[in-house]
């Protein structure tokens, strides 16, 4: 993905929030699903594009994270698209292992609002604590 990632204009072209954020949409390349949805900053957007995988900000840990650094479900990028306003950034990913929720699911959108309530309509494929085992907080 290193086109052009040295030159940093393509960077000034995004209009980030007041917390220098934007939000970034990941999306299966081959499926179009939706996967997940996460926040970037400048820094994060640039080593993706370098990287050639999903790297993003924790507003909560206030610190970049590369999907997949814990669990070994990594985002290969494929593309990324910008929307007309500027303000939202597309990955086109591969996600590796099938799972890119943390809850152990494909897609972190497994809940459908049906008669006046959120059912969870997605099965786990492997059980979270199996993913992260290794990880002792």
């Given amino acids: 993905m290193n086109d052009s990632?040295?030159?940093?204009a393509w960077l000034d072209m995004i209009k980030w929030d007041a917390d220098g954020l934007v939000p970034a949409i990941a999306q299966d390349v081959h499926s179009q699903r939706v996967l997940m949805v996460a926040w970037m900053n400048r820094e994060?957007?640039?080593l993706t594009a370098s990287e050639g995988r999903g790297i993003y900000w924790s507003r909560s840990r206030q610190k970049l994270w590369r999907k997949g650094e814990e669990s070994g479900h990594v985002q290969v990028l494929h593309e990324l698209r910008l929307?007309?306003?500027a303000d939202v950034i597309i990955l086109m990913v591969e996600q590796?292992?099938?799972m890119a929720c943390h809850t152990g699911r494909e897609s972190c959108f497994y809940r459908?609002?049906?008669?006046?309530?959120?059912h969870s309509v997605d099965p786990v494929l492997k059980d979270p604590k199996q993913i992260y085992e290794h990880?002792?907080?």
């Fill in 96 to 98: 590796l292992g099938g």
């Fill in 44 to 46: 994060a957007l640039a």
């Fill in 5 to 8: 990632t040295d030159n940093s």
């Fill in 83 to 85: 929307d007309c306003d």
């Fill in 135 to 137: 990880k002792h907080d």
């Fill in 112 to 118: 459908v609002f049906r008669e006046g309530q959120w």
